[in-house]
């Protein structure tokens, strides 16, 4: 595993598991939201697609990668390019606990983000996970697509999928 897609939808635990496999394997990583969303002197912007797919294919030309986010048309890309796709499905009422979890950290200045963690941001949040659990068959049969190179995780936490990776873990 080489190149490897994490994908699930908010509070999944997808960051978590990039960076401790990034560690672990010595691989870089990257947040599509840092892709999608790029920040400069002057503040933060959303760059169009095409934008988006001209950073993916820089990151891809340099080897190596873990790229986590969740499902978006825009880099529907990474699910050919991945070596190895793992997609996070944790438990409902695990998110939605991480969800406000992650909230009020934000609001008392124990965790950071790179957006504003207000209300409106919080409702969002929770209508992301409603909307990917009504339109999870369509997820799921885009992930069909790639069966082959799939593993499904219930758990941040599991390294599991440490056995199918080609760099020994530590």
């Known amino acids: 595993m080489k190149k490897v897609l994490i994908t699930g939808i908010v509070a999944s635990g997808k960051t978590t598991l990039a960076k401790r496999l990034s560690e672990t394997l010595n691989i870089p990583w990257y947040e599509l939201d840092r892709i999608v969303h790029h920040r400069t002197e002057t503040g933060r912007y959303k760059r169009t ?4 797919i001209e950073v993916i294919k820089d990151i891809d030309s340099h080897g190596e990668w873990i790229i986590e986010g969740t499902d978006r048309p825009s880099y ?8 190895t ?4 499905d944790t438990p409902l009422w695990k998110r939605r606990i991480r969800i406000l979890t992650r909230f009020l950290k934000q609001n008392l200045g124990i965790e950071k983000c790179d957006y504003k963690p207000d209300i409106t941001m919080l409702k969002m949040m ?3 996970t409603r909307d990917f659990e009504e339109y999870r068959a369509d997820f799921e049969s885009r992930l069909q697509l790639y069966e082959e190179k799939v593993i499904r ?5 599991d390294l599991s999928c440490a056995k199918h990776l080609h760099h020994p873990i530590a």
Do not use: G, T
């Open 49 to 52: 697609a095409d934008e988006q």
């Open 126 to 128: 929770y209508k992301w």
């Open 85 to 88: 796709i793992l997609f996070l």
């Open 76 to 83: 529907r890309c990474l699910f050919e390019m991945a070596d």
């Open 153 to 157: 995780l219930s758990d941040s936490n």
